[in-house]
């Protein structure tokens, strides 16, 4: 099985502020990552993916980079609605495998 | 609008049977991939299996033999038979469509909670 590390696990931030969370796949896995948002008692939600694609209604301010092994979610200026947990997943294999997540608090 | 709505979580004992759906509306189950994702509670995400649309499934080690996954075109749901139920299972379940390319999951149900326990 791919396994999935996120780092940090969790980060403090104040509005405004550039994010970046990243994901590294224990094997290649070339373009085949997504990034999902999900706050409290709600489902995930789809926020990037094959790496870099923005999925359709999400803000700019989110974008995804990197391919191999190395992946990296950036916000750009975080905005109140962004604290929540982020999870990356590997779509290259099954099973298919979520990262532990990063939680985004208020600073 | 695409939806999913979970049902059939609860309280079961070690060893026992659950049945959940995912009712679907504004796409065909039959003609989509779908997946079951689940969370134990305070925990990240676990895949736990997949139909694809031409009916080949596939499941997590962890439920492999337990587990079934299955659709009903006729009433466009998705199920997930769960038997021989451990405390582990404990957990949200989500069931979740497949983007049209590659393995993500751009629809999801808003879950329902399975807890295993005597």
């Known amino acids: 099985d791919i396994q999935m590390t996120q780092s940090p696990s969790s980060v403090s931030a104040s509005v405004g502020d550039r994010v970046t969370i990243t994901c590294r796949a224990s094997q290649g896995i070339s373009s085949w990552l997504a990034w999902y948002q999900q706050k409290p008692g709600n489902a995930p939600k789809l926020l990037i993916y094959?790496?870099?694609n923005l999925q359709s209604g999400v803000p700019s301010r989110f974008s995804g980079s990197g391919s191999g092994t190395d992946f990296t979610l950036t916000i750009s200026s975080l905005q109140p609605e962004d604290f929540a947990t982020y999870y990356c997943q590997q779509a290259n294999s099954f099973p298919l495998t979520f990262g532990g997540g990063t939680k985004v608090e208020i600073k | 609008e695409v939806q999913l709505v979970e049902s059939g979580g609860g309280l079961v004992q070690p060893g026992g049977s659950l049945r959940l759906s995912c009712a679907a509306s504004g796409f065909t189950v039959s003609n989509n991939y779908m997946n079951w994702v689940r969370q134990a509670p305070g925990k990240g995400l676990e895949w736990v299996s997949v139909?694809?649309?031409?009916?080949?499934?596939y499941y997590a080690d962890s439920v492999k033999g337990r587990f079934t996954i299955s659709r009903d075109s006729s009433k466009n749901t998705l199920y997930l038979q769960m038997n021989s139920l451990r405390v582990e299972d404990t957990a949200v379940y989500y069931c979740?469509?497949?983007?049209?390319?590659?393995?993500?999951?751009?629809?999801w149900g808003q879950g329902t909670l399975v807890t295993v326990s005597s």
């Open positions: 094959a790496a870099s």
């Open positions: 979740a469509r497949k983007l049209s390319s590659g393995w993500y999951s751009d629809y």
């Open positions: 139909i694809y649309s031409g009916g080949r499934t």
